[in-house]
């Protein structure tokens, strides 16, 4: 009997999936956004899926695994972006979507277990005034568990900044996958052992959140004939604190080609903002258009029904360009926090049309500041390689989405602390094994 089979067979109460192609597709995630890591992450499955429904089923998979060492990866919704929660060694496929509790919302706070969709807890936390800070552009279907291990930040980052940011996760259980596990509570900064870990630090089983007070969202598109004159007019109501907004998206002309639904709103040839505004600011914001030499071609209520601007923006703009031009990859970015905008300038100038400028302003430590994930059209790998170079040379941070590597995307050094506790909590390195560059793992196959 093979250790898997032992496993399988110490696990009867609980649900698995064994089909193989119904395994392959629960072994998948959108890095298939990079032509870099389509071939090197072919093929690579799981070799079963278990769907825990409590703590209790995760802790009993936990230490089958660890007896047996099988590896774990953990699964969301699986919308990540770098094959985060791809398998690269089989094992088991840990699918937390039975997990989808709200324990409870109070003001200001939510407790959550790690499947419930992100849309839903906004939807509890509206019930009584409040909403969720920041979510994912894939907010209807994306987890809460796989934004926390897997995400950055998102539609409310102009507001509140990044998932990192000190305040934005409020504490955290993981089970560990020890000969016997533990069930761990980690608070205040502690949380940040687990945040965006990619699931190598202990399997997420609860979740507290705060939420911000629930506004009523008006939905607006602003089209401008220059695009620094979009830029400066994004940069510009970041700026204005008495403004609240939820998305300030800037998009270069061609790219609004891609937003089929959108078309008629954005005349070709023509510069997009998409904005998410609070309404009673809406009478507020034709000055500022003005300022800028912009026209509004679209404002639609909070609650009216009509196109969701949010699902255009952050990496659903590379979606809708995909799905137009196969051939299209996107970039990661953050400029400096510069109100001239110079550094966005010289880069729309000296790409053109090969890196098409698409920006996402956030708050970064007190400051609006231009994100951006540029769309690009991939040539080759070696190429690609440049255009990141040039900008990281020239000083734009890139959180490169071409590799399953933690340490090469966005976090460039594994945090001291995480590993620390990775050594606590996965003595087997049976966690989520090879995506990082400093753990090896033990696994029996
Ligand atoms: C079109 C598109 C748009 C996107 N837009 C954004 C965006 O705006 N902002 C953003 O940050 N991301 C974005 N993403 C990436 C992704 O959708 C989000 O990060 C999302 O929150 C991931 O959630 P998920 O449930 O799909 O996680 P998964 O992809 O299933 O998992 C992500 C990571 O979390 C780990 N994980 C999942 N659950 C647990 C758990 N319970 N315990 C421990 N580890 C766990 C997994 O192992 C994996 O490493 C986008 C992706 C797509 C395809």
């Given at each position: 009997m093979t250790q898997l089979n032992k496993l399988i067979s110490s696990l009867q109460s609980i649900e698995i999936i064994t089909d193989p192609p119904q395994v392959a597709k629960l072994s998948q995630d959108y890095h298939t956004f990079s032509p870099v890591l389509v071939p090197k992450l072919e093929g690579k499955v799981g070799d079963i899926v278990v769907r825990p429904a409590n703590q209790q089923e995760v802790i009993a998979v936990a230490a089958a695994c660890a007896k047996h060492k099988i590896p774990l990866t953990v699964r969301g919704a699986g919308t990540g972006n770098y094959g985060q929660c791809v398998p690269l060694h089989g094992g088991v496929i840990l699918d937390m979507t039975k997990m989808h509790n709200i324990h409870w919302v109070k003001p200001g706070v939510a407790r959550v277990e790690p499947g419930v969709k992100l849309v839903a807890i906004d939807k509890k936390a509206r019930d009584i005034g409040w909403e969720i800070r920041m979510a994912p552009s894939t907010y209807r279907t994306a987890t809460i568990g796989g934004f926390i291990a897997g995400g950055s930040g998102g539609i409310g980052s102009i507001q509140y900044?990044?998932?990192?940011?000190?305040?934005n996760l409020l504490g955290l259980q993981v089970v560990t996958l020890e000969d016997e596990p533990r069930v761990i509570e980690l608070r205040g900064d502690d949380v940040q052992k687990v945040n965006?870990?990619?699931?190598?630090n202990g399997i997420i089983t609860e979740i507290e959140i705060p939420l911000g007070p629930a506004y009523p969202w008006a939905e607006v598109i602003v089209t401008f004939d220059d695009f620094m004159a979009a830029a400066k007019f994004g940069q510009a109501l970041g700026n204005a604190d008495g403004m609240m907004k939820k998305l300030i998206a800037v998009f270069a002309s061609p790219i609004s080609q891609y937003f089929h639904p959108l078309q008629q709103y954005i005349p070709e040839g023509t510069h997009p903002v998409l904005l998410m505004l609070a309404e009673p600011n809406l009478e507020s914001l034709p000055g500022l258009v003005k300022q800028y030499g912009g026209k509004i071609t679209y404002e639609k209520p909070a609650n009216d029904k009509g196109a969701n601007l949010g699902e255009f923006t952050w990496n659903h703009t590379t979606l809708h360009a995909r799905t137009v031009d196969t051939s299209i990859t996107y970039l990661q970015s953050m400029f400096p926090a510069d109100t001239s905008l110079e550094l966005v300038e010289h880069m729309y100038h000296h790409f053109g049309d090969e890196v098409m400028m698409h920006l996402e302003f956030i708050r970064v430590n007190g400051r609006v500041t231009p994100g951006a994930l540029q769309l690009v059209r991939y040539s080759t790998e070696e190429r690609l390689n440049e255009i990141i170079r040039y900008h990281e040379a020239k000083g734009v941070f890139i959180a490169n989405?071409?590799?399953?590597?933690i340490e090469d995307g966005g976090r460039k050094i594994i945090d001291p602390e995480q590993l620390k506790f990775k050594e606590m909590v996965d003595p087997y390195g049976l966690?989520?094994?090879?995506?990082?560059?400093v753990l090896q793992c033990q696994i029996s196959h």
């Open positions: 900044g990044l998932l990192g940011d000190r305040g965006h870990a990619w699931g190598i989405p071409h590799t399953y590597i966690m989520n094994p090879g995506k990082s560059k």
